[in-house]
């Protein structure tokens, strides 16, 4: 199991835990993660971050669709890339709600599958170089032609001579877009995963690889999931620790009838209890939805207790047909995992 480390987006002020990622670098972890939402962006801390160390994998989980046109999420992906030396970038992409797409980004929020679809099929043109670019999509075209338009676009080829090969990963939980993923992505973060739902993504992703029509098989593609870590003997601390920020997702984070988190509760099989946080959630009584996270659905998805505890509860995520796992926690967390998955001994190099 390859490791990962998460450092997310920034809160008010920006700051980046460059001690912990170095440290993780030197305990073998094989990637860090950068996200954004209406804060800071996803790919600047990578530059920073690149320029620092020099083995660690740089991803984005993920760049936003709505952020950038395909063409500059290429083009940051490959300035990344080559500042870091070649074949360390992963540009994990997705889409945030509509509340986040049309009220931040200014937007539509469209037909995402083939907003998707457009996207990664411009930014892997514009990685392999082969011919200027043009691309007719039901959501996205290069040249542009649509409404505005003077009509004299001209297709064009990257200045820079990129990594033709650099990854690109997709963020969703969906069964449309992880079919999706399988067919033109290189790998996939999947939102929501646990163990115990690996069985429902097996199908969706062998189905994708069937309609690439390629050969593509698991060898060619990697899944990797997050989980948060917490060393203690303190369960239900533990507990009351990851609550807020599951209400806030569940709850808050979108509209009563859009909000992904919330469906993922439901696909977890918590529907009543992510009913009642979204409907506390948006009524404003924000500490109630804190207290009706039920202490199991955290215990579900996430790596708590003593480090026996956490060792014995891991192996479900080990035997879970997840290529690499992304580590939430402390220095203690980071420093177990590695132990616990032996990272230091295979994920150098």
Same mark, same amino acid.
């Given at each position: 199991m390859k490791l990962g480390i998460s450092v997310g987006y920034s809160g008010a002020d920006m700051r980046l835990p460059i001690e912990k990622v170095l440290r993780a670098e030197e305990l073998g972890y094989d990637s860090v993660w950068t996200a954004e939402a209406y804060?800071? %962006?996803?790919?600047?801390?990578?530059?920073?971050?690149?320029?620092?160390?020099?083995?660690?994998?740089?991803?984005?989980?993920?760049?936003?669709?709505?952020?950038?046109?395909?063409?500059?999420?290429?083009?940051?992906?490959?300035?990344v890339d080559a500042l870091s030396g070649g074949g360390r970038f992963i540009a994990g992409i997705g889409v945030s709600g509509p509340q986040i797409v049309?009220?931040?980004?200014?937007?539509?929020?469209?037909?995402?599958y083939y907003r998707l679809r457009d996207?990664?099929?411009?930014?892997?043109?514009? +990685?392999?170089?082969?011919?200027?670019?043009?691309?007719q999509g039901k959501e996205i075209s290069l040249p542009y032609t649509g409404p505005g338009a003077m009509g004299i676009g001209k297709p064009l080829k990257s200045i820079l001579h990129m990594n033709p090969n650099i990854p690109v990963?997709?963020?969703s939980g969906t069964e449309t877009n992880v079919r999706l993923a399988a067919e033109?992505?290189?790998?996939?973060?999947?939102?929501?995963?646990?163990?115990?739902?690996?069985?429902? =993504?097996?199908?969706?992703?062998e189905e994708g690889f069937a309609r690439a029509g390629n050969?593509?098989?698991?060898?060619? +593609?990697?899944?990797?999931?997050?989980?948060?870590?917490?060393?203690? %003997?303190?369960?239900? %601390?533990? +507990?009351?620790?990851?609550?807020?920020?599951?209400?806030? =997702?569940a709850g808050g984070m979108g509209h009563s009838s859009k909000n992904f988190?919330? %469906?993922?509760?439901?696909?977890?099989?918590?529907?009543?209890?992510a009913k009642t946080i979204q409907e506390l959630y948006l009524a404003g009584r924000k500490g109630e939805a804190i207290e009706a996270v039920p202490d199991e659905f955290c215990d579900d998805g996430a790596l708590v207790g003593p480090p026996e505890r956490i060792r014995e509860r891991y192996r479900a995520w080990e035997d879970s047909g997840l290529t690499g796992l992304t580590i939430g926690g402390d220095d203690r967390a980071i420093e177990l995992m590695a132990e616990i998955t032996g990272a230091s001994k295979g994920n150098r190099g």
């Open positions: 804060g800071s %962006d996803a790919i600047t801390p990578l530059a920073y971050i690149a320029a620092l160390t020099t083995r660690i994998r740089l991803g984005t989980g993920i760049m936003q669709l709505a952020g950038r046109p395909p063409a500059m999420a290429a083009m940051q992906a490959a300035t049309e009220g931040w980004y200014g937007q539509p929020w469209g037909r995402p996207y990664v099929t411009i930014m892997k043109k514009i +990685f392999a170089r082969e011919e200027p670019v043009t691309h990963w997709l963020g033109v992505c290189n790998g996939i973060l999947p939102l929501g995963f646990v163990p115990a739902t690996a069985p429902m =993504y097996r199908p969706w992703i050969g593509k098989s698991w060898k060619d +593609f990697e899944m990797q999931s997050s989980v948060s870590v917490i060393v203690t %003997d303190d369960l239900r %601390d533990a +507990f009351r620790q990851m609550k807020p920020m599951i209400a806030l =997702y988190h919330n %469906d993922m509760m439901v696909r977890r099989g918590y529907g009543d209890a």
